[in-house]
């Protein structure tokens, strides 16, 4: 079995690499990282050198990373994949300096997505420079679309150590690798696809005042602010370029001790499993009314 240790980052591809920048440094309030790359851009939330990659070319997720324990675990993970039956493609330099990493190798799950494993993924020493006040903590989660849910739990937790922390039925598995409650989801989609990334806020209040920041800017919020009844994070998901869809969380459960935890399974059918709050799902784009200044009053 394979360890994940964590996760490391998302590399997608972006037809307008400018304008996916722009989003994500001044909407999301990610950093950008110098790049000496052409049509490559990096993006930074937390101590990790990056996170978030954005490659120029055809739209949609290229790969999503996560680190294992080091070069033997990796070559360890190599023969384990190989060993499945899985085609395993072993990252050049130049790939890994681009991804941040010492070294990696790529596959693709049963269902294409491109899953890779990096032996170290560099930190940087520098404070993180986040562009506005949106108190971004952590780079948090990633969750990755796949048809059968059931299957890819099979995949996730029989090649690598991941577990159910719950279930939202047959529509979402949200999985553990370390006491966090998820740090990768599966939801049910047609296709291989990235469903979102998410990034964890320092508190309410900054998840509150991200929500007005990003209606004041015409963003499309598609869910939130609401409250997971799994993980227990207050929640708010939102639409930046080329369908790429952030989550912005506070709060969440870890679980300590794996003996004590019985996966849940709520009910799909019910709203309430997605938001205990009941919040409107995939609202168009909200214009807050400012409150109008009230004309003097002339006699
Ligand atoms: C609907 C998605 C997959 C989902 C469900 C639950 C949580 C949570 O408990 O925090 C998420 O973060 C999700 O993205
Ligand atoms: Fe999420």
């Not at 675990?73 to 499945?84: D, H």
């Not at 952590?138 to 059931?150: M, Y």
């Not at 979102?196 to 320092?202: C, E, K, L, R």
Request: hydrophobic share 40%; charged share 25%.
């Amino acid at each position: 079995m394979i360890t994940l240790t964590d996760i490391a980052y998302v590399r997608s591809g972006v037809e307008d690499l400018q304008g996916a920048v722009r989003f994500a440094s001044e909407i999301v309030g990610l950093e950008v990282v110098d790049s000496d790359e052409p049509g490559v851009a990096h993006l930074r939330a937390d101590a990790r050198g990056h996170c978030l990659t954005f490659v120029q070319g055809r739209s949609g997720v290229i790969s999503s990373g996560f680190t294992v324990a080091g070069p033997e675990a990796l070559a360890e993970a190599e023969t384990e994949l190989e060993k499945q039956g899985l085609l395993v493609e072993r990252g050049d330099r130049a790939g890994a300096r681009s991804r941040g990493v010492s070294e990696y190798i790529a596959f693709d799950d049963p269902f294409g997505n491109r899953v890779e494993l990096a032996a170290a993924q560099f930190r940087s020493a520098d404070p993180v420079r986040l562009t506005r006040g949106a108190g971004i903590t952590e780079f948090g989660h990633l969750c990755l679309d796949a048809p059968d849910v059931h299957e890819a739990y099979r995949f996730w937790s029989t090649t690598f150590n991941a577990r159910v922390s719950d279930w939202v039925g047959d529509g979402a598995c949200l999985m553990r690798i370390d006491p966090v409650h998820h740090k990768l989801a599966v939801f049910r989609g047609e296709e291989a696809a990235l469903c979102h990334i998410n990034f964890q806020v320092d508190s309410l209040d900054d998840l509150m005042r991200n929500w007005h920041f990003l209606v004041d800017q015409g963003v499309e919020i598609v869910m939130g602010p609401g409250r997971h009844p799994t993980s227990g994070s207050v929640f708010l998901y939102f639409r930046g370029p080329e369908n790429l869809t952030y989550e912005y969380a506070v709060g969440g459960r870890l679980i300590e001790d794996d003996s004590a935890w019985t996966p849940r399974v709520f009910d799909l059918e019910q709203p309430s499993s997605i938001d205990m709050w009941r919040g409107p799902v995939a609202p168009t784009t909200r214009q807050r009314q400012l409150p109008q200044t009230v004309p003097a009053a002339t006699s």
